[in-house]
């Protein structure tokens, strides 16, 4: 009983609903259209419902990733973001997920946390796509500080580390989202227009917040500098709708409870570099312990519940 606790209890429940729901829909039709008793519902059914659910289970996915940027401090968006991950047992998840929260924190303004984060991994021994991460929240981090001839630096490296073949999966998001970085590094660097253009012209998707609004960002500071105050004002307000308590994307801090901000020189645009709100606990990414339910028995599970629906859909096609 142990492997029917918690989400898999509810995961039996709904699979025999919709397979008993299938059985009584395609017994209906078959009475009612005789021209139709040949044609499997159940399986198309099935496939319907699999392809409905998956869809479902996605987009609600990338709204939550979005809505997590309205949290005020950067460990709750962690929370929200790398959880899952726990259970994920792979060597390369720890360093992405550090990579993750070490932007996080430098987009909320605590640039002292995300060096300490960065400088806990050795990077020079990670595979290359982790390495290529690693440039690329440092091209990021360099920006947000206003070291732009740096961002620059770093962004040109990161394509030559995350090369990835076309036919990958997240290539194209991957490869998108590249043309991004660079696009934004010429903006600031360069004081490139046309670069500018092209970045406001990037497709954006669901679940992209943290990249729409360092982008917004970007342009807001490139139409300020060209004097172009209206756009510079209109890009600001999609940067702060989108990251409200972004710090680092220069949303005035509220005043701290316990303690006095200090304001570091070399940034003009990030608010004070302070630690993460006092009431707020550390995220911090550790393994799931090893599940009660060994893959073995998931298996077995699933490979029941495929033979009770072949022995369903056998009973229902026999009594045609």
């Known amino acids: 009983m142990r492997a029917l606790r918690g989400g898999w209890l509810s995961t039996i429940f709904v699979v025999v609903c919709v397979l008993l729901g299938?059985?009584?829909?395609?017994?209906?039709?078959?009475r009612s259209i005789p021209a139709l008793r040949g044609f499997p519902w159940i399986v198309v059914g099935g496939v319907a419902f699999?392809?409905?659910?998956?869809?479902g289970r996605q987009h609600e996915t990338r709204r939550r990733t979005d809505a997590a940027l309205q949290h005020t401090s950067p460990d709750a968006v962690a929370r929200v973001w790398y959880s899952s991950l726990r259970r994920v047992r792979t060597q390369w998840v720890p360093p992405l997920v550090t990579l993750g929260q070490a932007q996080l924190c430098a987009i909320y303004g605590d640039f002292e946390?995300?060096?300490?984060?960065?400088?806990?991994?050795?990077?020079d021994k990670q595979f290359p796509w982790a390495r290529g991460q690693h440039e690329w929240v440092r091209a990021i981090i360099a920006h947000l500080k206003g070291n732009d001839d740096e961002g620059w630096e770093r962004a040109q490296r990161v394509p030559a580390l995350l090369d990835l073949p076309p036919w990958w999966p997240g290539a194209k998001a991957r490869k998108l989202s590249e043309d991004a970085?660079?696009?934004?590094?010429?903006?600031?660097?360069l004081?490139?227009?046309a670069a500018a253009a092209?970045?406001?012209?990037?497709?954006?998707?669901?679940?992209?917040?943290?990249?729409?609004?360092?982008s917004a960002w970007v342009l807001a500071r490139a139409h300020s500098r060209w004097g172009n105050d209206a756009e510079a004002a209109r890009w600001l307000a999609v940067s702060r709708r989108l990251a409200p308590h972004a710090y680092g994307l220069g949303v005035p801090r509220p005043e701290p409870r316990q303690h006095v901000p200090t304001v570091d020189p070399n940034n003009p645009y990030?608010?004070?570099a302070d630690i993460a709100p006092v009431d707020d606990q550390p995220f911090v990414f550790t393994p799931a312990p090893k599940p009660a339910v060994s893959s073995r028995t998931v298996l077995i599970l699933w490979a029941a519940l495929i033979a009770v629906f072949f022995v369903i859909y056998t009973m229902v096609a026999r009594s045609r």
């Open 22 to 30: 299938l059985v009584g829909i395609q017994s209906a039709v078959q």
């Open 50 to 55: 699999a392809v409905i659910w998956f869809i």
């Open 113 to 123: 946390r995300a060096e300490a984060l960065l400088g806990s991994v050795e990077w």
């Open 181 to 189: 970085l660079r696009a934004l590094s010429m903006t600031l660097a």
């Open 191 to 193: 004081n490139d227009r």
């Open 198 to 214: 092209r970045l406001a012209a990037l497709p954006v998707k669901e679940g992209q917040a943290l990249g729409r609004a360092l």
């Open 270 to 272: 990030a608010a004070p």
